[in-house]
């Protein structure tokens, strides 16, 4: 399908081989899929749900709008919510691919994107037939025909934050040309060396949420990938017709998903434990790739350490695999990734520890 990019994980597959013949077994770094178990107060709230024999709306239950308003509010600092502000979405990656096109973009606009950057922002735009171009810096892009930008703080996959003044120069930029902003947050809660910001935060955008929409999954931060549990807040001008259009699409997020998601927005317990899991496999790997000879730069935030040898991506990937370590190759990102491996922190703590011994 020439519309769209060779899927890129499909060039790991022989790694993964090499990696997976360790005499003790593959220690795989390369996807951030969690790996910890799901909260016991969410499996049971999903559990207490699982007789919904009916349709769920796309909107979601009064309930579930009622969390992720307030979680809006109480963790990110935004001001004047409603339920019109809220939308939830089927995981966030079906979001991505699918925005432009329910935007109603095509040939001739543009969309703008991080030049290291999650796949799918490409992806999106191929699918809806519209062009692409990256950045280093928005502001510094050509505005005519840009429609949509994506924004991606922290970073996936270099964990870089953008700080506030940062987003407000950026928002203040697209704002003056009606360039509409797609903030992607989804690893907001789990900032390292950073505090990661919002750009709903009223700092950042001046109290209007005009042009303005964030993007929130639960995968990481309450361990629900397996859930598909994500939403959208910000702009009702913009919510709105992505309702409608998602409506017509059958675009639902389960029932008894929504109410796992009512649980896991309700606790932050479960949140802290987890920060806590992650933050003991950051130092652990950090501490080792650096002895072992590599140079991590930003991963302030995220779950990933964006490392280098400066060699070829691809060498490092096969060097890691020899010792049954599988980790991304940069490129997957962007070609300013060619010298770069990301390395994710979602292992076990026993796999983790594997990796640690090998390297050290």
Known sequence: MDRLPTFPWDKLEPYKKTAAAHPDGIVDLSVGTPVDPVPELIQKALVDAANS??????????ELRDALVGWCERRLGARGFDHTNVLPVVGSKELVAWLPTQLGLGPGDKVAYPRLAYPTYEVGARLARA???????PTELDP???????????????GRVLGKDELKRIVDWA???GILVFSDECYLELGWEADPVSVLHPDVNGGSHEGLVAVHSLSKRSNLAGYRAAFIAGDASVLGPLLQIRKHGGMMTSAPTQAAVVAALGDDEHVRVQ???YAARREALRSALTAHGFRIEHSEASLYLWATRDESCWDTVSALADLGILVAPGDFYGEAGATFVRVALTASDERVAAAVNRLT
């Not at 024999?53 to 009064?62: C, L, S």
């Open 53 to 62: 024999p009916g349709y769920p709306t796309v909107w979601g239950t009064p």
């Open 131 to 137: 062009d692409y171009v990256v950045y280093d810096d």
């Open 144 to 158: 005519t025909g840009l429609k949509l930008l994506w924004l991606n703080s922290p970073s996936n996959p270099t």
């Open 175 to 177: 704002r003056s040309h």
């Open 275 to 277: 920060r806590e899991r």
